[in-house]
């Protein structure tokens, strides 16, 4: 059933995506309103990113420092900072980062913009909470566009997250990472379980097309020998 999900997704899925957006769309999740750029990952496409909202909706971030890794829209940045967050987005991808531009300006929220390959230009930063919603497709990406969906043949995304992950996280730092029924999920957590982190199942959802999507605490914990 994973290779039909898999499957379904590179032949039909991310090809209609990308068609869909060969011109800027518009998109409005609890009351917030975002432009997509030509490129950029569609928040309304799949469900991850308002998975991720709706859970973090339910917590207290006010004053809170926040990374969003791989902000794509800036969606999840621009209402974890309406709700008082001390807000840095990041992406490794140009467009992504200027559309997140744009939509916080016209948003009229304080965000910190950051381009940097997963935390390459973070330098030792710590934050109380970092989003994660990675790309997991075990392709290279050709394209900048590609980097939002695939990770690398090797997974070298996973490789480079989990070596460099730690650094960032303080004692009490909450780590959340949405995965997919149609991501690899036993070769993502081995990868994270081999550099010292665990993944704790926070909540799940069905949804159309991927299965499930699974919303993960990731924990540091001694590595595996």
């Known amino acids: 059933m994973r290779k039909?999900?898999?499957?379904?997704?590179?032949?039909?899925?991310?090809?209609?995506?990308r068609w869909y957006l060969r011109k800027e769309r518009k998109y409005t999740y609890k009351g917030v309103t975002v432009k997509v750029f030509q490129g950029v990952f569609h928040p309304g496409f799949f469900y991850s990113t308002r998975f991720l909202i709706d859970f973090l909706l339910t917590q207290s971030l006010r004053h809170k420092s926040l990374l969003e890794l791989g902000c794509g829209t800036g969606l999840i940045s621009i209402i974890c900072a309406q709700m008082g967050a001390i807000v840095t987005a990041s992406d490794v991808s140009q467009q992504a980062i200027?559309?997140?531009?744009?939509?916080v300006m016209s948003n009229q929220v304080s965000v910190e913009i950051i381009n940097s390959d997963i935390f390459d230009n973070l330098q030792q930063r710590a934050f109380d909470w970092i989003t994660i919603n990675p790309p997991?497709?075990?392709?290279?990406?050709?394209?900048?566009?590609?980097?939002?969906?695939?990770?690398?043949?090797?997974?070298?995304y996973f490789q480079k997250l989990f070596q460099n992950l730690g650094s960032h996280m303080h004692t009490d730092t909450n780590t959340i990472m949405v995965l997919t029924l149609g991501s690899d999920l036993e070769n993502i957590m081995s990868i994270g379980q081999r550099n010292g982190f665990q993944?704790?199942?926070?909540?799940?959802?069905?949804?159309?097309?991927?299965?499930?999507d699974f919303l993960f605490r990731i924990k540091k914990v001694k590595p595996v020998a």
């Open 4 to 17: 039909i999900f898999k499957r379904f997704a590179s032949f039909f899925l991310i090809p209609v995506t």
């Open 136 to 156: 997991y497709y075990a392709k290279s990406p050709k394209t900048e566009s590609e980097l939002a969906w695939n990770c690398g043949e090797n997974f070298e």
């Open 98 to 103: 200027a559309n997140t531009s744009t939509n």
């Open 199 to 212: 993944f704790e199942l926070t909540m799940e959802r069905k949804v159309l097309f991927d299965g499930k």
